[in-house]
């Protein structure tokens, strides 16, 4: 894949869906990002590590928020999320499955893993997540689509 625009060709053209973009740096994509939320008149909520990093953009559609992967909660105001995009630089199975709890169902999350493919797949595994997928290469990264769907938790 030369460009993250290719992946954005899977999202659905509709009214009110709900991004979330969490990169703790390396993928360099918020500005497609963005674009994307325009175009398809989506909220897209940027999770940012620095409160320095704030561009604090003129877009009723993009909403801003202090992050940290050691939060009890990924998701503000209860805000679930049809896609999340996700990279962080040593995943963490907590992280996946604060992820889960935000996603509604049959949402989508992308994983954008940069280290052993085969540890991400059985991490998504053991988070709940089913129809796992390699998408593409994106960068240095593999892309990785899975999917929460309802009553498919293990107890």
Known sequence: MRSITELFSIIPDYPGLEICLIDEGGLGVEDDFVDLSKRLEATLYIKRFDIKEFKNYDNGYIKEEKFDFSDKRYNLHSTLYDFIFLYQRDIKIETLKNCYRTLKNAGNLFLFC??????????????????????????????????????????
């Open 114 to 155: 940069d280290k052993d493919r085969g540890e991400c797949l059985e991490l998504l595994q053991e988070s709940n997540y089913v129809a796992i997928n390699d998408i593409d290469e994106f960068k240095d990264f593999y892309i990785i689509s899975a999917k929460k769907m309802h009553g498919w938790m293990k107890v």
